[in-house]
């Protein structure tokens, strides 16, 4: 039996053809993602279940960071890198589009029936003991499907499995669109943008809310199109200038969009009261639309401009990868672990909050009905150890359960 290479083994055969920056670029999104939720999440206890809100809907010049720091179209877009290449590859091979899928879907599947089966147990226990308030929906009787925690749509524990369909849809879409891809190249990129402007158009100008769900389709479709360029070469091709023009027009999107002007004082008609799109780009409980779910023309701005300036680093990365060992060894660790990270990083949380909440820190949050908390100096100062005791507690969920992620395999 053949024992699991380690780290520093995967390290030595990477071949210098791997394009490294794409792993990285998984890898930093992923640690983005979790690091965020922790340091901008308010917590509170209301009603015998827990319920937490985002700092960013309560200090105005925090929804600046999301600017920065909003990643999900890059996972998408490497993603469609991702799924390229491994598509190419399973047909040199002489493997059919079924293994391809086959494949990809339980890379995405298999860490997460164990989230849910876990916390299933949990569930059950919760409602033996009868600990917490029924939420979600009731299954039968006087029996809620939940105890103590609101339904998926809320970030603790259970916001991560927004991306489960989604990226589930995006996978089984891919051999269709990687063939449009070869067929009409850029076209589809340019269709994609247009389809996601014709449904806001549409759900906002003809107040249909339900018809803007087709953005969650048509947006994230788009950052893995682009994708595409990466996995087949032409993007790398790119003149600096050209990717720089790339990232500038998707801020100037962005700018315009989340602005009064361009809708020449009529943007009060469209979102219902609001002059113009949030400039959030993570929602919060204060505002009467968000940018993300579903996803809006702004989010379309910040894919081009996040994928832009990615690509604007990509030489500087990948020499920086190739020549530091540790960093390319702590790249492969969190690609191998990548979906536990992100499945578990609020659970992590949520346990972190019960610990901390015991010892006094936090609790200026709990019981403040009706909520309205505008975070102080202590709130941020406590991010500290909220941050360092949840990846404590995550680091440890990932040496029980990460190992039933990947176990052989570096990231792809």
Known sequence: MSEKP????????????RDRYVDFVRAFSILTVVIGHWAISIVWWQHGYIRSTSVIGEVSWVWLSTWIFQVMPLFFFVGGF????????HKKKGLS??????????????????????????????HLLDVGAGTGFKVWGDTW????????????????????PAYLI??????????????????????????????????FGGHIHGFRYWNVLFVWLLSHQIGFFYG???????????????????????IVLTNPPVFFGHGADYFSGLPHYPKSLLGTDNEAIANTYPPTFVMVGMTYWSIGVCMLLREV??????????????????????????????????LAVLVLWALGLGTQTVGALPFRYHPDVSWWWQRVPFIVVAGSL????????????RPHNTSG
């Not at 380690?6 to 053809?17: E, W």
């Not at 899928?101 to 989230?115: A, D, E, G, I, Q």
């Open 394 to 405: 995550l680091a440890g969920i990932v040496i029980l359960l990460g190992r039933f992620e």
């Open 317 to 350: 990365g990948q020499r920086w990868l190739q020549r530091s060992r540790r960093a390319w060894m702590a790249t492969i660790y969190v690609n191998s672990v990548i979906m536990t990270l992100y499945l578990w990083h609020m659970t992590a949380f949520l």
């Open 232 to 254: 087949d070469g032409r993007m790398q091709r790119l003149s600096k200038r050209t990717l720089a023009l790339m990232a500038l027009c998707g801020m100037a999107v962005m």
């Open 170 to 203: 995006v996978i089984l879409l891919a051999p269709l669109m990687i063939r449009l891809h070869r067929r009409f190249g850029l076209r589809v990129v340019v269709a994609l943008t247009a389809l996601t402007a014709l449904v806001d158009l549409v759900g």
């Open 97 to 126: 589009t079924g293994a391809f899928l086959c494949t990809r879907s339980w890379r995405l599947l298999k860490p997460s029936l164990y989230f849910l089966g876990i916390w299933a147990v949990v569930q059950v226990g919760l």
């Open 82 to 89: 991702s799924n390229l290449v491994t598509y190419e590859s």
């Open 145 to 164: 499907l939940l105890r103590g925690m609101m339904p998926p749509g809320a970030t603790i524990p259970f916001g991560p499995l927004w991306f489960l």
């Open 6 to 17: 380690s780290l520093s083994d995967l390290a030595t055969r990477t071949p210098n053809t």
